[in-house]
């Protein structure tokens, strides 16, 4: 039957203590204090510890993490410690612990740093991040570039995968967001233009707004929580496997053969997703013009063809592209910056999603002040 | 006493019964029955690509057998009830072929990991605990480091230290030894013999080093690819004088021929 752990400490003749380990030395139980060893030092006249082996000792690591401490205690106070009383097999495993020494300089110590530091460290990493950030640009443009030279490597079946994931695959969540988007902006929009029975300029309404930004920002935030968010994951899983070092040393640039890809792609399909986003919007906006204001097919149409002019429909475009480029940027960046651990895959993507919705605002305000400069 | 000693009791612990395994259609390994013993350490050869590893998955429970069964000591692991399953996984302790370390846990936190989950030792037991295992394996010191901060002949030691950190009754080991020096893996021979020695552990390891399946198996099987099925088993060093099978003449002498003696 197993018992507590036991200790029964006593003097023996002249200056040793004898320290008698029976009962059940094994996980779960609760371990005797070695600081009661401790107090028998205190004095100083005992020069020799022996430890034996008492009744009914049954034990496991936990028994040797007790005679680790005994044995620490011991050298602490510079007295001398004899097992040779103990179960073979555990004097053998401390053997076998203490076979390979502590390597110098492995252990580290954490040391718990001052709020200013923090603050400092973080301004520093700031700017590393900023130059990596710009580091990654400048690779990217020197790997544009070469591709239009038509020096770079381009895989082609990687292009067409990742030109299939991210336009065929993400229509249906494009479709439900813009048609509900569409509907809610002429929803909106009808409640106040029906006061002064203007019902009419709904469809103008829905028809600028979506072509002219929403349906390219609708499109880029689809985009970023979808394609940008699986870039980094799949890249931040090929940094962790070392799969990109593996490319690297093949002489295969990453740049060319995993970035380019995926940024053209992006690039490629986000305008041909933001017409068909514009198109579902405006049959949002449609179903409450019939729906609600009473409004017929035909007139909605034409309205829609009177106020959209086609350079709102290039400055959406030119809105989705850039997008696309961002978002394929933010995505890859985050990817290739990702440390080697499973969780730097999650804060890489993230971090990719974050970044992209983020630049797709700021960038939205540049093109819009752009826009109203030139006066377009 | 010593290695024959514990060996030699035959009290089966694992015994596996005509067990097939395939992924899918495609089969693996077909029939094959054998027993561990309390006590032995049981080496699983075979060429690379037999399936070695994944019959270590089968024995763990980790995937269903296509046919035939795993008995731990005569329960029937898929058979048996969730708690009757976690109470034998609970019992063994398994180190993966890669480590399988937890990437974004430190060495310390990875061993101490299934002490928190299954111990209510104190933290400063833990501790105490983490630091013997690690200095078991030869780590001393390398509590804080991340495993991608590590070479891969330390993760794997690492994930050994993980693996026996409840002091399982049955520890399983995927190449053990592979990516260490010859004197990290012989200080690695003598701690599993250690292990079996002093904690009474039943170990099964798969390797490809001759040396220590001779050092330290007493039981054994070998796959082959080819045949689809095990076609010797027993104490290594008898298959070694007394196997007539070529293939497995040929693995246990590394190809070298040697005349009769
Ligand atoms: N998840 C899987 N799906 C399909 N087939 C698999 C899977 N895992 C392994 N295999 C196949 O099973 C076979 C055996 O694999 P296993 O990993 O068990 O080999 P092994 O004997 O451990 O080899 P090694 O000594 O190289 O580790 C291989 O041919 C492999 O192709
Ligand atoms: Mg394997």
Redesign the pocket.
Known sequence: MPTEPRLEISRTDGDSLLVLLSGNWRMGSRLPSSEEIRRHLQDGSVRRIILKEGAELEWDSVLLTFLNRVAATCSEQGVAISTENLPDGARRLLALASAVPERKGARRSAAKEGFLYLIGDNVLQFRQAAGEMLDFIGEVSIAVGRLIRGQARFPRTEFMTVLQQCGADTLPVVSLISLLVGLILAFVGAVQLRVFGAQIYVASLVGIAIVRVMGAIMTGIIVAGRTGAAFAAELGTMQVNEEIDALQTMGIPPMEFLVLPRMLALALMMPLLCLYADLMGILGGLLVGIGMLNLNTLEYFNMTRESVTLTNVWIGLVHSAVFGVLVALAGCLRGIQCGRSASAVGNATTSAVVTGIVSIIVATAIITIICDALGI | MGAQGIGNNREPVIAVADLTMA??S?V?QRDLTFTVNRGDIFIIM????????????HMVGLKEPARGRVLYEGVDFWEADPAQRDAIMRRIGILY?SGALFSSMTLGQNVALPLREYTDQSEEEIQELVSLKLALVGLAGFEDYYPSEISGGMKKRAGLARAMALDPDVLFF??PSAGLDPISAKLLDDLILELRESLGATIVV?T?ELASIFAIGNNSVF?D?DAKTMIASGDPKVLLAECKDPTVHRFLTRGVEKAAP
């Not at chain 2, 399936?51 to 998955?57: E, H, N, P, Q, V």
């Open positions: 992924y899918g495609f693996l075979g060429g690379s690509g037999c399936g070695k590893s994944t019959l270590l998955r072929q995927d190449e798969v490809h796959l690819a």
